[in-house]
C-alpha cells in the first residue's frame, strides 16, 4: 500500500456497513474508485465514492445517481455492471463490478500503437457495449481509453457512464460540457449538443490513437484542440501508419464527420460496419479466455454432486455390458492415437517458432526495448543524473519550491518512475528549491481573523497562538508580529512588514482594546471592571492624596512590573485617594492684616478677618485661628485677630 493509501481515511472504513474498503485503485475530477469487499455476498468489488467537496452539489449528486441507473440499465457482457448505490452520512457511493486488469490508456502508453488484431478486438468489444447503451436511449458522452477496461481474463468493457444522459435531454452547454477535450465532436464545441453521433466522433478519435500510436490534433491549450474539431478533418490513420488497411482508414474517416448527419447514426451501424471489415481482411475478435474449473482434492469430493448439472444421466445398472474390441478396431485406434500426437508435435513446434519471434518483437521493437525510469526521490541532482544516463535516458533539471523536500533533493521524475520510454529520451527531474519566499505588507493595523486566512492560504505560514494584549487599537486588531524561521535562528518581528518562508511560524500580537478607565469608582466597581477583562487585581492598594478625587475613590492603577503592555493574568495595583493633601498654617503674627491675608491665601487657605479692610494696613496680625503650625485640608477658612 502507499503512503496515499495510508493517508486515506476511507482505508479500512466500512461503509453503509456492508462494504469494507481495501485499497484506492484510481482517482478522477468527481469521484475516488476503491476495491472493497460485499461483506454480505463475500465478494470483491468496486466502490465510487463522490468527493467530498462535491457531495453537497446537488447536481453533482444527480449526475452521479445518474451513472448508477444508466449503467443498471444495461444488460451487456461489455457493460461495467453496477449492483448497487446508495448514502452513508456525508459519502454518496456506487457499487461496481470489479475487474482486475487495466485500462486501454495504460495499453497504448506501454505499446504505443496497437495490432490491427488487437484494435479490432478491443473496437467490437467496446462498440456492442455502447450499442446496447444506444439502444436503451443512453449517450455515454465521455468515451476515452480511460474508460475502457481491459480484464486479466480477456474481457473488455466499457464504464463510467458520470456524463451519461438520455438522448431526449441533449443540450451541454458552460460548466455542463464535461467530456475530455481530445475526444470532443464538433457539435459540442460550436453547439453545446451531444447524442449517440458524438460517442461514434470519440470512438473514430480513439481507433485513429490505437491505429498510429497519437491522437490527430495537438496543441498547448485545450482551446487550440477544440478550435482543430471545430474546424480540421482527421487525416488518414494511414499516414502515421502504412500498415492500416484501408477500409480501417474508411472507417475512421466515416466516424469522424465534422457534420453528424454523414456519420454513423449509432454504435450498432458502425459495429456492423467494422464486422463486415473483419469478414473482409479474414481477422476475427479474440475471445476472452475462458476460466477453466479447478481440480478438486479428496476431501471436496463429498460435495461433487452438488456441483453436477442436473440433467446429467446416471448409467442404469441393468443395462448391457459393451463387447470387448476386436484386433482392427485396437489396430485403427492406436493408429489415430499415434496420427494425433504427431500433429499435436508439429503445433508445439509451430508454438514455438510463433513465441520465439514474439519475443524478438518484444525485444526488439515492441515494449519490451522500452526502458523503465529508476526513481530518484531523495537523491541530489548529479546523483539522479548519473542514473536516468545510465539506464541511457537525457537527464534534464526542472526546479520546484517544496516545503516537506529539503533543497536541492531530488522529488520525483518527468515522466513517472516506472514509466517505460524509448533509449534516448528526456527525462526530467524535478529538484526542491525548498520553501517559496514572500514579502509581507505591514501587518500591524489589520483584523486579525482575516490576516490569519491569508498568512495561512496564500503564503503557506504556520500561525502560532496569537497573543492578546491590551492598548489603544480596537479589538482585534494586530498591534504586532514576530517570525519563527522553520529552519532555525532568531526570532524576529514584522509588525512593519518582512520577508518569510513557507512554512515558516508567525505569532500576532491582537489587542483587547484598553485597560478599562477605573478613575472615580469606589475599589469593588473597579475590581470587577478589571477583572472581567482577566486582569488579577491585587488585595493591596496604593493611596495617594487627590485634590480631584474624593477619599477612598480609585484615582488609577500603578505602572506594569515590566515593560510593555498589560496581558490578562497581569498582577494590577489600584492607587486609592486619601482625598486632598493638608497643609500647615503659616505664622503670620506681627504681620499687617493685609500681609497676613497674601500669605495665607497663597499658602492655599481663604483669610478672614474682623477688621475692615480699608484699615488692614494700620491692624496688626496678633494670632490665628487655626493656629499657626496646624495642618488643615486645602481651602480652609482661617480667621486672623488682630490688634491696632
Known sequence: MTTNQQADPLIGRLVDGRYRVRARIARGGMATVYVATDLRLERRIALKVMHA?????????????QEARAAARLADPHVVNVFDQGQDGELAYLVMEYLPGITL??????????????????????LAGLSAAHRAGIVHRDVKPENVLLAEDGRIKIGDFGLARATTANTATGAQLLGTIAYLAPELVTRG??????????????????????QPYKGEQPMQIAFQHATESVPRPSVRNPGVPEPLDELVLWATEKSPDERPNDAREMLDRLREIERDLGIAPAVAAATMPTKRSQADSG???????????????????????????????????????????????????????????????????????????GSSYDEAAAALTAEGFVPARADENSIDVPAEQAMRTEPGEGERLEAGATVTVVVSIGPKKHALDPLNGQVAEELRTRLTDEFHLKLADDVALFSDADPGIVINAYVTP?????????????????????????SLGPVPDVAGMNVNQATKALTDKGLVVAEESQTQF????????????????????????DAIQLIVSKGPEPIEVPDVNGESIREAVRILEEAGFQAVS??????????????????????????????IRAAG
Open 53 to 65: 467537496h462535491l457531495s453537497d452539489d446537488s447536481a453533482f449528486q444527480s449526475r452521479f445517481i
Open 105 to 126: 490508456r495504460e495499453l497504448m502508453r506501454e505499446q504505443r500503437r496497437l495490432t490491427i488484431p488487437q484494435t479490432i478486438t478491443i473496437m467490437d468489444a467496446i
Open 193 to 214: 449538443t451531444a447524442d449517440a453521433r458524438s460517442d461514434i466522433y470519440a470512438l473514430g478519435i480513439m481507433l485513429y490513437e490505437m491505429l498510429t500510436g497519437e
Open 303 to 377: 460435495d461433487l454432486t452438488k456441483a453436477m448439472p442436473s440433467t446429467m444421466v446416471i448409467a442404469d445398472p441393468t443395462a448391457p455390458v459393451p463387447q470387448q474390441l476386436d484386433n482392427a478396431t485396437v489396430l485403427r485406434r492406436r493408429a489415430s492415437k499415434r496420427r494425433a500426437r504427431g500433429a499435436f508435435l508439429l503445433a508445439f513446434v509451430l508454438l514455438l517458432a510463433v513465441l520465439a519471434g514474439g519475443v524478438g518483437w518484444w525485444f526488439g521493437s515492441g515494449p519490451g526495448s522500452l526502458i523503465a525510469v529508476p526513481g530518484v526521490a
Open 486 to 510: 522553520r529552519a532555525g535562528g532568531e526570532t524576529y518581528e514584522c509588525g512593519e512588514g518582512c520577508e518569510v518562508f513557507e512554512s515558516d511560524a508567525i505569532e500576532l500580537f491582537v
Open 546 to 569: 487627590s485634590d480631584d478625587i474624593d477619599k477612598d475613590r480609585v484615582i488609577g492603577y500603578a505602572d506594569r512590573a515590566e515593560e510593555g503592555n498589560w496581558r490578562p493574568g
Open 610 to 639: 474682623n477688621v475692615p479692610e480699608i484699615v488692614w494696613d494700620l491692624f496688626t496680625a496678633t494670632s490665628t485661628n487655626p493656629e499657626a503650625g496646624s495642618e488643615h485640608p486645602r481651602g480652609t477658612k482661617i480667621q
